[in-house]
């Protein structure tokens, strides 16, 4: 299970709401609302969005913020090795995109 996944289903059972009530709010199954709370890589912003109003707590709560990375400068987390890869393909993508972007210009 995920952090943001437990803190949703803490929050859901300490106000006695069942899976069944927050997957018709969200217009999905009770299967795959279970799954959401498993699987963080499922939820999407305004599924968050809508989970946070439906439990009537800021969207902020529902997620992790002892994360020891969050308070690092973005410098030091690229010295992270695990995040230096992640951090360079983004670079090659945005590098990618803009020079897309540049070629539409060009034909508009």
């Given at each position: 299970m995920n952090n943001i996944g437990i803190k949703i289903r803490k929050k859901r059972e300490g106000q006695g709401i069942k899976q069944?009530?927050?997957a018709y709010h969200l217009n999905i199954t009770q299967?795959?609302?279970g799954r959401l709370e498993?699987?963080?890589n499922r939820l999407t912003v305004p599924k968050l969005k809508?989970?946070?109003e439906i439990l009537d707590v800021p969207i902020a709560d529902l997620f992790d913020t002892t994360d020891?990375?969050?308070n690092k400068p973005t410098d030091e987390l690229s010295k992270e090795p695990y995040l230096h890869d992640y951090?360079?393909?983004l670079k090659e993508?945005?590098?990618f995109l803009r020079k897309l972007l540049e070629n539409i210009k060009r034909t508009v």
């Open positions: 069944e009530f927050m299967s795959n609302y498993k699987d963080d809508k989970i946070s020891s990375n969050l951090i360079e393909s993508e945005i590098t």
